[in-house]
C-alpha cells in the first residue's frame, strides 16, 4: 500500500474515532472493505467491477450498490454513523444512504450524505450519515446504498461504521 493510501485511511481512522461519543465502551468501529458491496439492480451486475482497492461502475452511467454491514448485534446503547471512502475523479461524488432495520423486518430509519474530492478528484470521506438510537437499536440491522460514479470516475475502498 502506497503512503498515499495508508495516509488516507489514517485519516479514515482518526475520523471516525473523532465521532465516536464520548462514551467508547459503547462505540463499536468497524472497517469494511468496498469488494463487500453487491450490485443493487441484478439487471446491472455486469456493469459492476471488482478491483483489489474496492467496487467501481464502468457503465456510462451511475450505477448503485447495496454494501451488508456485518455489525455485532445487541451491544452498546443504539446510534451511530456510517460514512464511505475511496477515490473520485474530477467533480465525481458519490451519495450514500445508510439503512437500518430492526429483526423483525421493520424499517428503523436511514440518514444520507455524499462525498466529493473536489473538482480535483482524489481520495475523499463522506460526511458521516448519523442514526439515533430509536433509528439504530442494539439490534437493528444495517446496509448502506451508495451511487458509484459512471465510467469509473470513483471507486468505493471503505466504508466506515460507527454503532
Known amino acids: 500500500m502506497n ?4 495516509g488516507f485511511f ?8 473523532a465521532a465516536v461519543p464520548h462514551d467508547v465502551d459503547a ?20 456493469d459492476i467491477d471488482y478491483v483489489t482497492s474496492g467496487v467501481r461502475t464502468t457503465a456510462t452511467s451511475t450505477r448503485q450498490v ?30 450514500l444512504t ?3 432495520y430492526l429483526a423483525s423486518g421493520a424499517f428503523a430509519g436511514s ?5 466529493s474530492a473536489g473538482s480535483g478528484g482524489g481520495q475523499f470521506s463522506a460526511t458521516p450519515a448519523s442514526l ?9 440491522f444495517l446496509s448502506v446504498l451508495a451511487e458509484l460514479p ?14
Open 66 to 95: 447495496i454494501c451488508a454491514l456485518p455489525r455485532e448485534l445487541g451491544t452498546g446503547s443504539g446510534g451511530g454513523f456510517a460514512s464511505i471512502g475511496g477515490t473520485l475523479t474530477g467533480a465525481a461524488t458519490m451519495p
Open 132 to 140: 439515533t438510537p430509536t433509528q439504530l437499536p442494539p439490534t437493528a
Open 10 to 17: 489514517t485519516i479514515c481512522a482518526l475520523a471516525a474515532l
Open 3 to 6: 503512503k498515499f493510501r495508508t
Open 111 to 115: 440518514a444520507s450524505a455524499t462525498g
Open 98 to 100: 445508510l439503512y437500518s
Open 150 to 163: 459512471a465510467s469509473t470516475n470513483g471507486v468505493l475502498q471503505v466504508i466506515v461504521l460507527s454503532s
Open 27 to 46: 462505540a463499536v468501529v468497524n472497517f469494511v472493505p468496498g469488494t463487500i458491496c453487491n450490485p443493487y439492480n441484478a439487471g446491472q451486475a455486469n
